[in-house]
């Protein structure tokens, strides 16, 4: 099981490759803190989005049609999940405006953003391994298992905010 020092670690350790992001611990800077990791999972996104602009360009260039609707629909998706990310009430006030933070408090905070990342990593990669190439009988199965872990990131995203509500 792990301690929390081991998830604070892992967490400052996965913050640290965002350029110019503080840490949660940084009491005066929490707020941009959020902001940055929020910024950063909608970018990821936003990524995912465009290749899968791209993909379906190439599959409507090789007459490959059937997909495109499917695909239209996936490319909503993760705007709408990108934008509630994006333009979530900034910095969560309640939570960040307490003169000192609980551990608990910000451990769950961790763990949130952890699961948080893990998702939009394994959407970006799912959504970058769909090719114009994919055996058409395939198409609707992977799609489908992108939209079930959008929504799974959409649940935790919602799990994340109320936690956020009732810390403040």
């Given at each position: 099981m792990e301690t929390?020092?081991?998830?604070?670690?892992?967490?400052?350790?996965?913050?640290?490759?965002?350029?110019?992001?503080?840490?949660y611990r940084d009491r005066e800077h929490r707020r941009e803190t959020d902001k940055r990791v929020r910024e950063s999972l909608?970018?990821?996104l936003d990524e995912a989005r465009a290749h899968l602009r791209r993909l379906a360009l190439d599959a409507s260039q090789k007459g490959l049609l059937?997909?495109?609707e499917e695909l239209d629909r996936l490319s909503a998706h993760l705007q709408q999940l990108a934008d509630?990310?994006?333009?979530?009430?900034?910095?969560?006030?309640?939570?960040?405006?307490?003169?000192?933070?609980?551990e608990e408090e910000l451990d769950r905070l961790y763990e949130f953003d952890l699961y948080l990342m893990d998702d939009v990593d394994a959407i970006?990669?799912?959504v970058t391994d769909l090719k114009a190439?994919?055996?058409?009988?395939?198409?609707?199965e992977r799609i489908r298992e992108v939209e079930e872990r959008l929504d799974l990131l959409q649940r935790r995203?919602?799990?994340?905010?109320?936690?956020?509500?009732?810390?403040?």
């Amino acid at each position: 099981m792990e301690t929390s020092k081991d998830l604070s670690d892992k967490v400052e350790n996965w913050l640290a490759r965002i350029p110019g992001i503080r840490t949660y611990r940084d009491r005066e800077h929490r707020r941009e803190t959020d902001k940055r990791v929020r910024e950063s999972l909608a970018a990821r996104l936003d990524e995912a989005r465009a290749h899968l602009r791209r993909l379906a360009l190439d599959a409507s260039q090789k007459g490959l049609l059937e997909p495109l609707e499917e695909l239209d629909r996936l490319s909503a998706h993760l705007q709408q999940l990108a934008d509630t990310v994006r333009h979530a009430s900034y910095g969560y006030s309640g939570i960040f405006d307490l003169d000192k933070i609980r551990e608990e408090e910000l451990d769950r905070l961790y763990e949130f953003d952890l699961y948080l990342m893990d998702d939009v990593d394994a959407i970006h990669g799912e959504v970058t391994d769909l090719k114009a190439d994919l055996p058409l009988e395939l198409w609707g199965e992977r799609i489908r298992e992108v939209e079930e872990r959008l929504d799974l990131l959409q649940r935790r995203y919602d799990r994340r905010k109320e936690f956020m509500a009732r810390a403040g």
